[in-house]
């Protein structure tokens, strides 16, 4: 799916003239006249990140900010102002905004701080699909070869598995085999080094 910069500000001269300095940057663009507007058009799916002017009729970029977090839309966030304080700083940042820009915006700044947004949710949902296949990867384990996995990330060597589960260490070695096949890896260092990669949401030890 393609990286946006969603932009809602109910100015329209501004949203049209940020949009269209964007796109000179060669950025996709999506224009949206409220937080409403933008909240009934884009979903968990969407990609890119977002401009948000904080002060705005209905609700503001603050309030959209904390929106998006409780549904799960997880676009980067710079919240633009006209009046910039410290105080919605801090409330746009603690909200977990990549950067607050005043107006008139510098284009070097908008184009950096936008590119690093940018990046942000590329590698979020990069993680996410990584994330989704070991876990996957994972569901497909029968029970024994889920312990067996556990033990294996564990540092435990068969006969330390086959004492703990109650086998033989033969057995040990088969059940190894086809947890092996099922997560897609030749050596123990890789399996380790996948299951680390879920930690600590997706896996625990």
């Keep these: 799916m ?5 932009i809602v500000d109910d100015d329209a001269a501004f949203r049209d003239s940020l949009a269209l300095m964007l796109r000179l940057k060669k950025f996709k663009t999506a224009e949206f006249s409220s937080a409403e507007d933008f909240l009934a058009k884009v979903g968990p799916d969407a990609r890119g990140c977002l401009l948000a002017d904080v002060q705005m ?7 959209l900010q904390a929106v998006l977090a409780q549904r799960g839309i997880a676009l980067p966030t710079i919240i633009i102002t ?10 746009a940042l603690k909200g977990g905004a990549v950067d607050i820009l005043e ?4 284009e070097e ?5 936008v590119s690093m947004a940018l990046d942000r949710n590329a590698e979020s949902v990069n993680r996410a699909a990584h994330d989704a296949d070991v876990a996957s990867r994972i569901d497909r384990l029968t029970p024994r070869e889920r312990e067996v996995l556990d033990l294996v990330v564990a540092g435990r060597h068969n006969r ?12 040990v070695e ?3 085999a086809r947890m092996m096949e099922k997560m897609r890896v030749n050596r123990i ?5 996948l299951v680390i990669s879920l930690a600590p949401a997706g896996h625990s030890t």
């Design 2 to 6: 393609t990286a946006i910069v969603h």
């Design 57 to 63: 009729p209905g609700m503001s970029g603050l309030e």
């Design 82 to 91: 006209a009046y910039g304080d410290v105080a919605t700083a801090r409330a």
């Design 103 to 106: 107006k008139p915006l510098d």
């Design 109 to 113: 700044a908008l184009e950096r701080i």
């Design 160 to 171: 330390e598995i086959a004492v703990t589960l109650g086998i033989s260490p033969r057995t």
């Design 174 to 176: 088969v059940f190894k």
């Design 189 to 193: 260092p890789d399996l380790i080094r």
